[in-house]
């Protein structure tokens, strides 16, 4: 019988395109099986299976993008193995950034740069007040691009700095709409007093925490591909959040909160929320807020902030909406429904929930990048099926 042939880590990392450290990677996610040598301490793979792993990873209909990071699976989301709706309700968004980076459901606070911070409130100052949340999100991102000289390291650990360091800053960089304390905040409080002048209080601190969390990654959305084209072009950190913050702008993706929020806003100030709906179905618009192409029974997300949010007729009205949508077109409420309750009880505007939703999912953009870095660079050149004029 002939021996298997057997391959080292460095072998599978050239013939991959990729570093050690990937290939370690890729067993830990169980995408290739590894031995370990007669010495007991490096591993050796089967070329059997890295021709396998190989001519799969060419077949994806997105080039190479195989994730250790999110999974979405039976209507359930989860983060590296873990049921993301147990984490909105039991730990914080930083340790949960930290788990999307490096692993470790590690609380790590985020440092707020004194200067980094003055640097963000000027910037930001000086746009109009006609600005979005979103529009002073940008800005920020890249004035502290401009300001760090070493933001081309892309190793991890500077990748985890930057993204702690840059988070912080993102909501340094929004107007507080009351005195902030001098004394540190856990992240979702600081925003919070950005977002809101109500008085924060513990109901609307895990409910901001947990809609962070739940929102930080999605898989491979328009927004985190976006961000790891630009990664696979070996773009800086910062370069990868402003990638993903310009496909989030979109209608379809981050600020479809902002168009539930008046469809929201009529159903508990106006006639009720069946006439609203009514309304909306009259015109042949799409109902914002409803329906998802990947859940079928209905957005996890959305059942754990509708269950987070306080009582009062913003709550009733929401779920007066899901109810009449689901009766009707099997159609339940998204994310997108539970943020704009989020905001409209919480006397938030109706950017805030896509504001949200940006500075929370620059946590799963980072992740990917991670990935990203890791593989073979600008792997990402699909050929365009040209039907123009043919030359002469």
Aim: net charge neutral.
């Amino acid at each position: 019988m002939t021996a298997q042939a057997l391959l080292t880590t460095e072998e599978v990392a050239i013939l991959l395109g990729v570093k050690p450290a990937t290939v370690y990677a890729y067993v830990s996610r169980g995408l290739l099986t590894s031995r370990r040598n007669a010495d007991g301490k490096n591993s050796l793979f089967a070329k059997t299976d890295v021709d396998a792993f190989l001519s799969g990873r060419k077949r994806t209909a997105t080039p190479g993008i195989q994730t250790g990071i999110t999974l979405i699976k039976d209507d359930n989301l989860y983060f590296r193995g873990r049921d993301a709706t147990v984490l909105a309700r039991s730990s914080t968004y930083e340790a949960v950034a930290t788990l999307l980076w490096t692993g470790d459901l590690e609380d790590v606070p985020f440092p707020v740069n004194p200067e980094l911070r003055s640097l963000a409130m000027d910037v930001t100052s000086r746009l109009p007040e006609a600005a979005r949340l979103t529009d002073r999100l940008r800005v920020t991102v890249a004035a502290a691009a401009a300001a760090d000289p070493l933001r081309f390291d892309t190793s991890p650990a500077a990748v985890v700095a930057t993204g702690r360091q840059l988070l912080a800053a993102m909501v340094q960089g929004l107007p507080p709409r009351k005195v902030t304390p001098v004394r540190a905040l856990p992240f979702a409080d600081a925003l919070w007093l950005r977002l809101t002048s109500e008085k924060l209080s513990e109901s609307g601190s895990r409910l901001l925490n947990a809609a962070l969390i739940l929102l930080a990654d999605h898989d491979i959305a328009a927004s985190t591909l976006a961000a790891r084209i630009a990664a696979s072009t070996r773009a800086h950190p910062y370069a990868v959040v402003s990638a993903g913050l310009a496909a989030l702008d979109g209608p379809l993706h981050g600020a479809a909160s902002g168009l539930a929020y008046p469809l929201l806003e009529e159903a508990v100030n106006g006639p009720g929320p069946v006439a609203t709906i009514s309304d909306r179905l009259r015109s042949g618009v799409p109902v914002p807020g409803f329906g998802h192409p990947i859940y079928r029974s209905g957005d996890p997300r959305a059942a754990t902030l509708f269950d987070l949010l306080g009582e009062g007729p913003v709550k009733d009205a929401a779920l007066q909406l899901d109810a009449a949508m689901r009766t009707r077109s099997g159609t339940p409420a998204n994310v997108d429904l539970a943020l704009a309750a989020l905001a409209l009880h919480h006397g938030m505007a109706a950017d805030a929930g896509e504001a949200i939703f940006a500075v929370a999912r620059t946590a799963g953009w980072l992740a990917h990048a991670l990935e990203e870095y890791g593989d073979r660079p600008s792997r990402f050149r699909p050929s365009g099926a040209y039907a123009g004029n043919q030359p002469a």
